[in-house]
């Protein structure tokens, strides 16, 4: 059963103590509510302000457990604190660790703060959860997927568009690191696993897939500088700093160009050109 006056007070409480800086958002000169606003919550919740209000009074209906998600990542919600609100809905609160979606309220802090930098927090599976404006700008929307073409791996195995951000004198390599981490990961989880299913669609549909998991490789690892083609700034040569939560095997990775290099210019005009060529 619901819990509506106990659902809306922690609401209530849980916005009223988050400020703008602490999601990303900027305060504003004449800023005066404590806390953020009900339409800031709203936004970030992606629901309509009257839903959420009615939350908060109590008086709306039973949301459903991807409505309390998409709240709890909306509030910076702790694994507990997720686990709390999804009780005080009626619904069990989902699985915890490598399976789950809930990104943790450190990494994105982190993340909110990266506006001019292209970053993402991946899945162990590659599937991106959430990325800066700048990631957007360097590979498109990659959270826009649904079901296994979440998967990056998935996708470059099934999809020739895949590759299109990378040159092609380094897709022989990624090929074999996709392979090579879904193999560790489907060995970590076991059978049964999302990453073992994800291994068996793709030795079904790839016969490259099929060529490179018979190979049985792992701790095929990636070269130190990342390259991405880009259809208006061409190629850049970025480093990639990954921060990990072991909790939930999600990993924030951040891509950096030497200050003063052809690519750290090409960064500064893809923060103006923006994602408006990247679909």
Known sequence: MIDRLGLATFLRHRRESLQPEDVGLPRGPRRRTNGLRREEVASLCHMSTDYYARLERGTGPQPSQQMIASIAQGLHLSLDERDHVFRLSGHN???????????????????????????????????????????????????????????????WFTDPTARDAYPSQDRVLLSRVYAAGLREVATVRGPGSRAERLADALRAHSEEFRDLWDAHEVGVRPTEVKRFTHPEVGTLELHCQTLLDPDQSHRLLVYTAVPGSESHQKLQLLSVIGAQSIT
């Open 93 to 155: 609160p989902p699985a915890r660790g490598a399976d789950g979606d809930h990104i943790s309220p450190g990494l994105l802090r982190i993340l909110d703060r990266l506006h001019d930098t292209p970053a993402e927090i991946v899945t162990e599976l590659g599937e991106t959860l959430r990325q800066t404006p700048m990631g957007i700008a360097l590979t498109g929307d990659a959270t826009r997927f649904t079901g296994r073409e979440r998967s990056l791996g998935y996708r």
